[in-house]
């Protein structure tokens, strides 16, 4: 099982970046999976998941109206679409699959099993 997570970088307050979280060594579609951030000094956030049955979706309150997730099963990619950035949405965002087709809660980060190796977002002016 491997992720391979791409597109941080550099953006100004306001702007926005798309996330991609490719998928290999697994069925894909049957696993839900979960976006998480980490800043320096600042515990690991859980802030997006989305469903492999249904696409359910959730998100952390501090993005929720500002990113969306989504997925393409045929691509064995998860995406997230960042708008509206801000300099406290400055972290290492990570991707990481969940152990069945149902996004555990945002919470719970410890029962995601697999990570991949992140990327950097930074927001600053």
């Known amino acids: 099982v491997q992720l391979q997570a791409s597109g941080g970088g550099l953006v100004h307050p306001g702007g926005s970046l798309r996330l991609s979280c490719r998928g290999s060594g697994f069925t894909f579609a049957d696993y839900a999976i979960g976006w998480f951030r980490q800043a320096p000094g600042k515990e690991r956030e859980g802030i997006s998941s989305?469903?492999?049955?249904?696409?359910?979706?959730d998100y952390a309150n501090s993005v929720k109206g500002r990113f969306t997730i989504s997925r393409d099963n045929a691509k064995n990619t998860v995406y997230l679409q960042m708008d509206s950035l801000r300099p406290e949405d400055s972290a290492v965002y990570y991707c990481a699959t969940a152990p069945g087709m149902v996004a555990p809660p945002l919470s719970l980060s410890s029962v995601y099993d697999h990570w991949g190796q992140g990327t950097q977002v930074t927001v600053s002016s």
């Open positions: 989305i469903s492999a049955h249904d696409g359910s979706t």
